[in-house]
């Protein structure tokens, strides 16, 4: 009798085990995903981008991530489903890429579901604020999340980069700073983080970046700016009128790009 059990509860046990394999969660997406924020700003809207990269590199660096999105009211849900080669090959080892606009999205809570291939999702939420983007996962295992809180853009912003000559510099970047006091700058404190196209210190200032290039230096800047379009080119032209050898990328909230060498 004892026997004639034991024969019955050994194929029970195995059906048990089996089912157990078959409802455990596996990654089919074949790798685990690094995921950043960025917000895109042209003149009429802005635009929240998440880039998701595989943590695994591929034989073409164009290899794209499959994925298919849907945006609510309620909720962001984004399907990643499968590493897809791409049709011509660009011969260099990289991870495979997706880059996915959320568009202009209201302010407030979003619940977030991110899918890894068929079975591994992930939820979380998605904060909108007039000033900041939040993203909090319940569980990160599988994704690793750069940047979980991402400021944005004031819409008096400008910022940009100086290149010059080190023996010029003094003479330079006082002649700047005046140029763009007269134009509408001001210094102002700017909330400490990542705003996508530049940091921000703990003292509220631009975070400046290894600029040392053989000849030239290279120093960053961040203004409140109540001045327009017009103003920025002004400097330019004055600045390229002064010091020939400057080259200056001037960006602002709205969109717009200008470059010094443009205005000679």
């Known amino acids: 009798m004892r026997a004639t059990c034991f024969a019955f509860l050994i194929p029970l046990l195995f059906v048990f085990a089996c089912e157990g394999e078959e409802t455990a969660p596996s990654n089919t997406l074949g790798s685990e995903i690094e995921l950043s924020m960025t917000e895109f700003i042209d003149a009429d809207q802005r635009i929240l981008t998440l880039k998701f990269l595989t943590l695994k590199d591929f034989p073409c660096i164009n290899n794209r991530i499959k ?8 909720t962001v849900s984004i399907v990643l489903e499968k590493v897809e080669e791409a049709e011509v090959c660009l011969d260099a080892i990289g991870p495979a890429s997706a880059f996915i606009e959320l568009g202009q999205l209201d302010e407030k809570e979003y619940d977030l579901q991110i899918q890894l291939g068929e079975s591994i999702i992930k939820h979380g939420t998605l904060t909108v604020t007039k000033d900041a983007y939040l993203i909090h996962l319940d569980d990160e295992e599988g994704i690793t999340l750069l940047n979980p809180a991402l400021n944005r853009v004031p819409a008096q912003t400008v910022w940009g980069t100086i ?20 134009a509408g700058a001001t210094d102002k404190k700017f909330a400490e983080g990542d705003y996508g196209y530049f940091r921000v210190n703990s003292d509220g200032s631009i975070v400046q970046t290894n600029g040392q290039q053989k000849e030239l230096s290279e120093q960053a800047f961040l203004y409140d700016f109540s001045g327009k379009s017009e103003d920025i080119k002004q400097v330019l032209q004055q600045l390229n009128a002064n010091f020939q050898d400057a080259h200056v990328r001037f960006y602002n909230a709205r969109g717009e790009e200008f470059r010094s060498w443009d205005f000679n």
Do not use: C, G, P
């Not at 003094?170 to 007269?182: S, V």
């Open 67 to 74: 994925y298919e999105t849907t945006v609510d009211q309620q």
């Open 163 to 182: 290149k010059y000559e080190n023996q010029d510099s003094k003479r330079l970047l006082n002649f700047f700073e005046e140029a763009m006091d007269i």
